[in-house]
């Protein structure tokens, strides 16, 4: 194509701009050849026009299409060059906070400054066993793809981390050795991989420290090998350093640190441990305050010191030599403050002795004080003749102490390293290695010295490793798609390298200077100049003679000669090391012993295990060999022997860019990007896929991408690559610009995006028609729509027209009639008026004249009345007049004859005859009366004295039974008197009736307004609307608000909340068996090794070696009984193989069983005294009766009284469920308010109580029945009695009887009542003996209680923790005992049986020989007889569902029935047969009551199964058909174990087949741990088959064919993890996977509710793995993709409704998924979609549905990008929720399994045993 067909009208380009690097601009001008601008226009809108050279002719870049802006690989993008590669790293960093992007084999990494949640051990499983161009790129993907071809190929790996200080390069490879630490595991030690990181903490304390680009930066390189076995599993590590920057620990720059370790022990100085350092802040210390400040924000020194002694203690370093390493490290502080005082002008130096810090530090690394002041001064001369002691200036003092400190710290870490790689060393066989390079990159500064040389000097030795890496690669992938392979021009610094280290290069000619004896830095630089004026890499500055230019591959660099000669040398002079050999501390001495063979590598040679290596290129020789081992020399052959390293190992690169030096966070600055991507290599990648063909389409993407741009006729072709082949020769004319592979076709740079253009034409051509189509469609839609409205609006106004003129005439018509009617009102109401004036009128006149004729009659009345009166008054008064004269006249007459009587009979009494006769017969009366008085004394002191002796008695009887009725009955109120207590019980029912009576009619009141006030409201909000109708949806949930019923809500949310916290503690539990079996397994695993290596020919396997899977399952039937004593136990346990757990475990089990026994006998025990207690008061009541009448009278009383409160009570309940009943059902025809809820529920809770009191009313009138007629048949025989002793003749008195035979009978009759009388003495003897006992008992357990009270009071003033502490050792003494003093009865009670069982088979044996004795009968008719019998016995007796065998049988059995058994075999029969046969064997060892039996068949049963589930650990057919028997051996347990709570649903036939003897409850649950560990078994295999389908199947598969498209891809989806022949599968395939699990267990009689909890288990599964790829992939994120998964989606879930799994929670489990896929289908705009987003994605959290936005990737042009403000919006709006940080889903979680009780309605007598089964030697019985 030429450059006119690219450079047109709205074509897209990059300029140069000086502050952004590149800048883009639009075309707005074709361009034509020859013309000398091209015309721009910039995105500000500015036009622009750019020069172009005649000559040159050359154009801007070409910018790609907005489709492959945002490429995971920057060689997926059509047009490779440098601003492409900017600006689509500036996208992704920026827009999508993507940190990490492939080009080519290179993962480019940008340090983000900010901590990102995507290294979390989820996002690691998520990335294992993936292929590296599956998932976003990521650190992982690369170690994934190093430890997959490590596996796959068996080669060595190499991962190179490289880049500026502070780009991020240890965090990388730190985040690398986490990867494999993780995936790869142990397989020796345990802890190996955690030895491997926690190297980490050290290697920064000791290596790394702050610069001026980085807060924490590597100032070593260091090479990380870690090493794998043939499994693959880590078994060890070896780590080399290279050129550790030791100049740092005399000397920092500004705003720069010492290293981390210094800072870190100056902060834990306060320690007590460190007191003896003498340690203050860094601030008062030489050596750390020279850069400034000594702090770095947001770090604590005195934590990170904690984590690294953590980290020296992890890696086997002794606690003393710890203090060692901190010693000299402060011995080093200390010499940096030496103080050096000058002497003699100048020429010598001194230290004075007295120098605090000189002690410090001799007595830290216990060297001679005198000797090291005298030779940090002074210096030896040796010459061939003599020996010279030398004084030193100041300056060489200060450098010979700074040489000193330098040495010290690389001898010491040099130490730290060698004890690193002894810790991580291994004596397994390495079988291969992955190296993690984590090296410095390249430097430039304004001053460049012999440390920015070296590191230069290594990144051209990688650079040109990388090249040719590349190279290779290139020509590997040419070569095997069959491509022309032409040769590639690229940059080659072999010059460079040349310059740097060949013959008389500059190293060499740097240590030839070193020999000299006076060489000097500017002699060097002027042999350089000398040497290397004409070489091309090679320059002088103009302005300098001691400085030289290199140009490197990156940038050319000026090097500083000064320091070059002294930094080479690395002079310590020798009498000072001789000091510190001779140390009083071991390790100080260690460090210096070999000083001569040390390396500037810590890698021990005689520990690393040889790498056979073969260079890539010869090695260069050094140019003499008598050279002196000089720093350059030294770093020469260590660079030598890791790239040889690296060239015998597959590399992986990692190139960390730093984005801007401000450290902020997400902020992107083109200008040091640019400079770092030209530095690392990444633009020379670029460069040299470019030059090739670096896009690479598969056929089939090609095909589906470009099918638009193919003709009809071509697609009829079933060939698709002769289609494409046709296709692109007629749209590219130039042959050269593609070539077709066997599998893929290459193009040139740019073709692609022309492709991408004639598609967007294509496609635009076509939209345009479409939307011609469409608007001419709905403007003719449009105008019928107007015309209509028209002709309708006409129709209309005519009609309004009429009817206005019809108006018109009517009210016209009825204005004229309304003005008549007025007129004819107004006349008649003035005729009224003057009509009602006359009647008025007259009517007053008339009664003026009546009102005046009356008042004269009612004078006169009142006239003649006065005089009456008058009259009347007069006569009256002359009357009393008179009656009063008469009265007086009377009294005087009367007084007057009194007098005279009265003085008559005072003369008559004055005689004594008179006296006389009045004292007649006074004296006899007297004399009775004081008789009479005495009598009376007498009576009343005899009846006083038993008066007080009845009552003392009855006072202490009622003391008695009062304390009684306290002590026993206070939960009981009112028993005292009963009759009384149920009548005022009664009364208050009747009281409480009557209130509940009027609450509910208060309710019903109530209920009816609020009903009515509803019923108007919803009237109301019925009639919004429907004139509302646009807002139908507000109202709706407004409505719905309104109606919501907050009760049933919060009821909801604490049953959600039970039901979680239920889920949790039971997965908690499931755990706990999920880690029990993993640890038997793993014992199991470890005891077969130890037996395969122990066992010699011919050896014979014995019970001590047995599988765990048979001791473990022991643990509940080990007892005494077995073992007979506690002293044989121990030796027992050990042959078995079991723990201690399983006895604790049984000890526990049996202790818990025995406390429930003892419970329920102390409740036995208390009704029994209860009822002595009522039986001993009833002789006392009926002693104190003693009127038989009386008592009938009371017992006539009574049993009214007790039918009247029955009936009472009957009345009262059927009252009470009536009212229940009615409020029930009103409160359930209408719930909407929150008040009748409420209120129906407290009346609901009364009613309750108020039933719970009449049922205890109704008892204690059952009891008070049974006393009444207790006490009624008492007074019949009392009766009986007394009529016996007052009668004078016998019952049978008619008959004659002689007198000597009814003396006879009473002789005998009193001989029979003294029987009786004595047997009731005994009785009542006995019974006082049992009451006592039970008081004894009850006075200990009060006793007992009131210690506990106690204790408990004591234990609550503690602290809770001291409080649980407290109960447990109590709780654990008490069992204790309780299990000694059971062990000893158990010990008895066994000896007991085995003395019974032996006196048992001496009388069999005697019976039987007594039988065989009498057994006389002839040979033939005891056969004959012993057939009929049998016949008899087979005709008679039927099938008891149990089935006997012999002991010697169970083996076989067990072989029969579980471990050779096939699913297959019993597929024919009733579902779970094994189980049932099992349970009918064991169902005959409970008949025959063999506890031996049971016991060893449940324990052989539970190893077996354990045994054939370990050999068929991946056979889902069978691992559920051992669930599904296991469980149904559980439930038979269950069913006929004699427990009411599961015989609910038994017919009488199956209670037959109830177990007798023997309580399993154990062994149930022993077999319900079996049933977790083999659930989650069947969940693994089940997880397992679908793993590795599902993202195939739901993402990738297209179910609807045509809809998604395929975008250009990269170079990763061509890497070498792709494996060949890679199947991909469908949505059917998965479909008919789930359709076989399920038939599977549907057939083998699983539980429906475990095959639902299987099935939610796996769609939970499925939705997190799909979910989580979702998550790291932008290729499907998409709107075609969610398209095509809520299409998947919807077919699962359509399988699940046809399964009848609704209520499993399947479908809830894919929630998330849905609204993933609904969240790519949706707009994605305005604030109004960011609304609807976050209220439908309520399942995805904060973080998934940013991430989604983020990955967003439009298919076609036409779709549009998510914007970054959108993606802001969107987390505004999802601030309030409290999500979990997580990212990914744990597609590791399990559900708890909650496994029902599933009663078999089989019997065991109807079930028939197969002869497949071979069980012949099964008796039924």
Partial sequence: MSASELYTKYTRVWIPDPDEVWRSAEVIKDYKVGDKSLHLKLEDETLYEYPIDPQGNELPFLRNPDILVGENDLTALSYLHEPAVLHNLKVRFIESNHIYTYCGIVLVAINPYEQLPIYGQDVI??????????????????????????????????????????????????????????????????????????????????????????????????????????????????????????????????????????????????????????????????????????????????????????????????????????????????????????????????????????????SLLGVEHSQMEHWLCHRKLVTRAETYVKSMSLQQVVNARNALAKHIYAQLFRWIMQHINKSLHTTIKQHSFIGVLDIYGFETFEVNSFEQFCINYANEKLQQQFNLHVFKLEQEEYMKEGIPWTLIDFYDNQPCIDLIEAKLGILDLLDEECKVPKGTDQNWAQKLYDRHANSQHFQKPRMSNTSFIVLHFADKVEYQSEGFLEKNRDTVYEEQINI????????????????????????????????????????????????????????????????????????????????????????????????????????????????????????????????????????????????????????????????????????????????????????????????????????????????????????????????????????????????????????????????????????????????????????????????????????RTRFRRVRAATIVLQCYYRRMKARQQLKALKIEARSAEHLKKLNVGMENKVVQLQRKIDEQNKEYKLLHEQLSTLTSAHSSEVEKLKKELLRYQQSHQGDGNQLVSLQEEMEHLRLELEKTHSERKVMEDSYFKEKDLLRKHIFDLEEENTFLKQEKEELN??????????FARIAVEENIQMKKELEEERARYQNLVKEYSRLEQRYDNLRDEITIMKQAPGHRRNPSNQSSLESDSNYPSISASEIGDTEDIMPQVEEVGMEEAAMD????????????????????????????????????????????????????????????????????????????????????????????????????????????????????????????????????????????????????????????????????????????????????????????????????????????????????????????????????????????????????????????????????????????????????RRQRECHMQVAVQRKEKNFQGMLEYYKEDEPLLIQNLITDLKPQAVSATVPC?????????????????????????????????????????????????????????????KQYSGDAGFMTQNTPKQNEHCLKNFDLTEYRQVLDHLSIQIYQQLIKIAEGTFHHMIVSAVLENESIQGLSGVKPMGYRNRSSSMAEGDSSYSLDEIIRQLNAFHTIMCDQGMDPEIVQQVFKQLFYMINAVALNNLLLRKDVCSWSTGMQLRFNISQLEEWIRAKNLQESGAAQTLEPLIQAAQLLQLKKKTSEDAEAICSLCTSLTTQQIVKILNLYTPVNEFEERVTVAFIRDIQMHLQERNDPPQLLLDFKHMFPVLFPFNPSSITMDSIDLPASLNLEFLNKV
């Fill in 1037 to 1046: 949930s407004r409505i719905l608000c309104q109606s919501e019923d907050e």
């Fill in 1145 to 1420: 475990m049984t000890l526990f089990l049996k202790l818990q069983k025995r406390v429930r026994e003892l419970e329920q006998e102390r409740k036995k025990l208390q009704t029994q005294l209860k009822k002595k207690e009522e039986e001993s008061k009833k002789p006392q009541v009926t002693e104190v009766k003693t009127e038989v009448t009386s008592e009938h009278e009371d017992f006539a009383y009574n049993s009214l009284k007790r039918q009247e409160l029955e009936s009472e009570n009957k009345k009262l309940k059927n009252e009470l469920n009536e009212l229940r009943k009615a409020i029930a059902d009103k409160a359930t025809q209408n719930n909407s308010s929150n008040d009748i809820q409420d209120s129906y529920n407290l009346l609901l809770n009364q009613l309750k109580l108020a039933n719970e009191e009449l049922e205890v009313r109704k008892e204690e009138v059952l009891i008070l029945r049974t006393q009444i007629m207790k006490a009624a048949q008492q007074k019949e025989i009392g009766k009986n009695v007394e009529s016996i002793a007052s009668d004078t003749r016998w019952p049978n008195s008619d008959k004659h009887i002689d007198q000597e035979d009814a003396i006879e009978a009473y002789q005998g009759m009193c001989k029979t009542n003294q029987l009786l009388e004595a047997q009731l003495q005994d009785q009542r003897r006995e019974h006082e003996e049992e009451v006592e006992d039970l008081k004894n008992q009850m006075d200990a357990m009060k006793e007992e209680m009131e210690k506990q009270q106690e204790s408990f009071l004591q234990t609550l003033q503690l602290s809770p923790e001291v409080q649980v502490e407290f109960g447990l050792q109590r709780e654990i003494t008490r069992l204790t005992n309780e299990n000694l003093d059971l062990k000893e009865l158990l010990e008895k009670l066994e000896k007991n049986e085995k003395k019974l069982k032996k006196e048992l088979k001496v009388y069999i044996k005697k019976v039987q020989d007594f039988q065989a004795f009498q057994t006389v009968v002839p040979a033939e």
């Fill in 580 to 875: 510190l050999k001779a140390s009083k501390y071991q390790m100080v001495a260690d460090l210096f012993q070999d000083e001569k063979d040390a390396a500037s590598t810590t890698s021990v040679r005689k520990e690393i295990p040889k790498v056979s290596v073969r260079s890539a290129r010869p090695a260069i020789k050094a140019a003499n060999k008598e050279h002196k081992k000089t720093v350059g020399h030294q770093f020469r052959n260590s660079l030598h022997l890791l790239m040889e390293t690296l060239n015998a190992t597959t590399p992986h690169y990692v190139r960390c860019i730093k984005p801007n030096d401000e450290k902020l966070s997400f902020k992107f600055d083109s200008k040091r990007v640019v400079q770092q991507l030209r530095a690392c290599g990444v633009l020379e990648t670029i460069r040299i896929s470019a030059a090739g063909f670096p896009s690479r389409w598969s056929y089939h993407d090609f095909f589906n991408r470009y099918r638009v741009l193919m003709k009809k006729r071509d697609l009829c072709n079933s060939d698709k690559k002769q289609i494409c082949q046709t296709l692109l020769e007629d749209l590219i004319k130039d042959p050269d610009k593609f070539h077709f592979g066997r599998t893929k076709i290459f193009f040139r740079a740019g073709q692609v995006a022309y492709l991408e253009k004639l598609r967007a034409d294509k496609f635009r051509a076509a939209t345009i028609m479409i939307q011609k189509t469409v608007r001419g469609w709905l403007q003719r839609v449009r105008y019928k729509k107007l015309r209509q409205a028209t002709v309708i609006i006409q129709c209309y106004v005519r009609g309004h027209l009429a009817r206005r003129l019809a108006e018109h005439l009517r009210r016209t018509r009825a204005a004229i009639i309304f003005q008549k009617q007025y007129r004819m009102l107004r006349t008649l109401q003035a005729y009224q008026r003057v009509r009602s004036a006359a009647i008025t009128i007259q009517a007053f006149a008339r009664g003026m004249i009546v009102r005046r004729i009356y008042h004269k009659i009612l004078v006169e009345h009142k006239a003649i009345t006065l005089q009456k009166y008058t009259r009347g008054w007069l006569a």
């Fill in 1473 to 1533: 047969l094994p189980a049932y046969i099992l349970y009918m064997c064991i169902r005959h060892a409970d008949y025959i009551n063999d506890d031996q039996k049971v016991h060893s068949l449940l324990t052989s049963t539970i190893n077996g199964i354990k045994r054939v589930l370990k050999k068929h650990s991946n056979d889902f057919e069978m691992t559920s058909f051992w669930l599904a028997n296991t469980r149904r051996l559980l439930h038979c347990l």
């Fill in 125 to 362: 499983y998520a990335y294992s066993g993936q292929n590296m161009g599956d998932m976003d790129p990521h650190i992982f993907a690369v170690a994934e793809e190093a430890y997959k071809q490590m596996a796959r190929d068996e080669k060595n790996q190499s991962i190179i981390v490289s880049g500026e200080s502070g780009a991020g390069k240890t965090v990388s490879a730190k985040y690398a050795m986490r990867f494999f630490a993780t995936v790869g595991g142990s397989a020796s030690e345990p802890n190996i991989e955690t030895k491997v990181l926690s190297s980490i903490p050290v290697m920064e304390a000791i290596g790394n420290a702050k610069t001026t680009r980085n807060d924490n930066s590597s100032r070593f390189g260091k090479y990380i090998q870690i090493g794998f076995d043939k499994g693959y599993r880590i078994i060890g590590a070896n780590m080399r350093t290279y050129l550790l920057e030791k100049s740092r620990v005399v000397f920092q720059a500004e705003d720069e640190r010492n290293y981390h370790i210094f800072y870190q022990l100056c902060a834990s100085a306060s320690l007590p441990e460190f007191k003896d350092l003498g340690l203050t802040c860094a601030e008062d210390y030489f050596y750390t305050s020279q850069g400034g400040d000594t702090s770095i924000d947001g770090v604590d020194d005195a934590d990170d010191f904690e984590k690294t002694r953590h980290a020296f203690t992890l890696l086997g370093v002794k606690e003393s030599h710890q203090m060692t390493i901190f010693r000299i490290i402060a011995a080093i502080l200390h010499l940096g403050n030496l103080e050096i005082r000058v002497e003699r002008d100048g020429d010598a130096c001194s230290i004075l002795s007295e120098d605090n810090h000189l002690n410090s530090f001799c």
